[in-house]
């Protein structure tokens, strides 16, 4: 069986691509492959944890920045210090795939571009993982699908909108698909006492609870208790709690982050999703595989997943006098919704399977591939060496004072 090295994104299972990813991964040690996940030393004990549980080697490494210097985050560093890492990446990255004898890599995100490079330099194929709809913060990536398209092997994207999107971009080749998939627990909903509004996912612009907030507020149904679970960015939870406190609401509530979300919800209790951007909307799977009644934004992740489930209502991003209607026809046929949505749980969790969610890329894994030389070998000192002797004392104290630098700016 081939050993296959996945570069992963974040170090957090706190996401989309890596919940998603991590099944996939889980699916092919199962069936016998040798797995080893590369990613940024995030300091996630939870993330490590899980890889450890399942037979993953996992390695994590300091960065600066992991994702391409223009990607979405800041540079916790110098540029002169963002291109050593760089290098060191790629550099580490050939070590592992040398000492592990990967047959493929796989990057999970195209927001990262080393494992692309490492794969060129040592001829073996190199798959491609994109998540990312190349709207707002990721459209700085459209720039580089040419690199994308040059340094792959095969290229996958989430079906649907996306998938689409990327093949009208890139005409040369076939776009692959998968879809996201998340284990969904067993365990029946808690019993509710009444109904409640919910919303499950990070407080951010980008999911857009303001405007949740906002449709609640023309609602006016005060004695409606609304429910945000989720982490937060601090300048948007600022807003929340000032958009809370300006209209004296009394039944709205920040939980914050939950190992487990789906435990505080109730059988009573209507989703909602108001998510500007989503590349499939794994929340929203998860509620309606939960049998809870949801209502969530037409952004194009939601209407991707709504083409393999067909179930859900849908209001118009920014329009908040829809979602406040769709609202108010929820909580006054709430038991007729339920219903519906308890009748076709068994036929949507039939249509939802790791298996079907990953059979493209499974099929492209088990094909045997040629090692390709490519003529970016002949850079690869250019591309991975950098300035430090390790028999040189300064040097490794250096090396010691940069390590504990990174650490700390990453770890804070």
Do not use: C
């Amino acid at each position: 069986m081939k050993n296959i090295l996945f570069i992963s994104p974040t170090g957090t299972l706190d996401n989309g691509a890596e919940i998603s990813i991590f099944n996939l991964q889980k699916l092919l040690v199962k069936q016998g492959y040798h797995v080893i996940n590369v990613t940024q030393a995030s300091g996630d004990i939870p993330y490590m944890t899980a890889f450890e549980s399942v037979g993953i080697k996992n390695f994590m490494l300091n960065a600066v920045k992991w994702w391409w210097e223009d990607a979405p985050g800041p540079v916790q560093g110098t540029q002169r210090e963002l291109y050593h890492y760089y290098r060191e990446h790629i550099a580490s990255i050939q070590h592992i795939v040398e000492d592990e004898k990967i047959d493929l890599i796989i990057t999970n995100s195209v927001n990262m571009f080393q494992g692309a490079v490492v794969a060129a330099i040592e001829g073996i194929p190199h798959f491609w993982l994109i998540h990312e709809f190349p709207e707002d913060e990721f459209s700085y990536y459209v720039d580089k699908l040419d690199f994308v398209n040059e340094f792959s092997t095969e290229v996958f994207a989430v079906q649907g909108r996306l998938q689409e999107k990327l093949q009208e971009i890139i005409h040369n080749r076939k776009i692959h698909s998968f879809y996201p998939f998340t284990k969904i627990s067993d365990t029946p909903l808690s019993v509710g006492e009444k109904t409640r509004i919910v919303s499950v996912g990070r407080l951010t612009e980008r999911k857009n609870q303001l405007e949740l907030l906002e449709a609640y507020s023309k609602l006016n149904r005060p004695e409606i208790e609304l429910i945000l679970i989720g982490n937060f960015d601090k300048e948007y939870k600022q807003k929340i709690v000032k958009f809370i406190d300006e209209k004296a609401f009394k039944n709205v509530t920040l939980v914050g982050p939950q190992d487990n979300p789906w435990s505080l919800i109730t059988d009573k209790d209507i989703f909602v999703s108001s998510s500007k951007m989503e590349t499939f909307g794994l929340v929203y799977v998860e509620a309606l595989l939960h049998g809870v009644p949801s209502i969530v934004s037409n952004n194009p992740g939601h209407l991707s997943a709504n083409e393999i489930f067909d179930f859900g209502k849908f209001y118009e991003i920014g329009n908040t006098d829809q979602l406040a209607n769709l609202l108010a026809d929820s909580l006054k046929n709430f038991d007729t919704q339920k219903k519906e949505s308890l009748s076709v749980l068994t036929e949507l969790r039939k249509a939802y399977s790791v298996g079907k969610a990953y059979q493209e890329i499974m099929d492209f894994i088990e094909r045997d591939f040629d090692k390709k030389s490519n003529s970016i070998r002949h850079l690869s000192k250019l591309l991975m060496l950098n300035d430090y002797n390790p028999n040189k004392l300064t040097a490794r104290i250096k090396r010691i004072i940069k390590t504990i630098l990174i650490k700390t700016r990453i770890l804070r």
